[in-house]
């Protein structure tokens, strides 16, 4: 079965920090590019950053240069360190990977508040 699993979300104060995990299975995680996508409340879902099978990277503009996503093959998960977090980041944060046509994995996401 392919499974996504995310965690470490939580409640953080603005200028904070966290670290989401997201743990696959039930495929070849070496061979796919993977994706975190989150959806604050009310909104529609916001593309937020891939990363390759080759590890090369993208950031959608709102968290160039706060946040880094990275990959550890032998431990099939891949990572979102956020720094420097904002009230607008707070979202629920999905982790995603696209297997083929009309093949779309998410997992269950892991909230993150940003507040004071």
């Known amino acids: 079965e392919v499974q996504l699993v995310e965690s470490g979300g939580g409640l953080v104060q603005p200028g904070g920090s966290l670290r989401l995990s997201c743990a696959a299975s039930?495929?070849?995680?070496?061979?796919?590019?993977m994706s975190w996508v989150r959806q604050a409340p009310g909104k529609g879902p916001e593309w937020v950053s891939a990363?390759?099978?080759?590890?090369?990277?993208a950031y959608a503009n709102s968290v160039k240069g706060r946040f880094t996503i990275s990959r550890v093959y032998a431990k099939n998960t891949v990572y979102l360190q956020m720094n420097s977090l904002k009230p607008e980041d707070t979202a629920v944060y999905y982790c995603?990977?696209?297997?083929?046509?009309?093949?779309?994995?998410w997992g269950q996401g892991t909230l993150v508040t940003v507040s004071s």
């Open positions: 039930g495929f070849t995680f070496g061979s796919y590019d």
């Open positions: 990363i390759t099978s080759g590890r090369d990277t």
């Open positions: 995603n990977v696209q297997l083929g046509p009309g093949l779309e994995v």
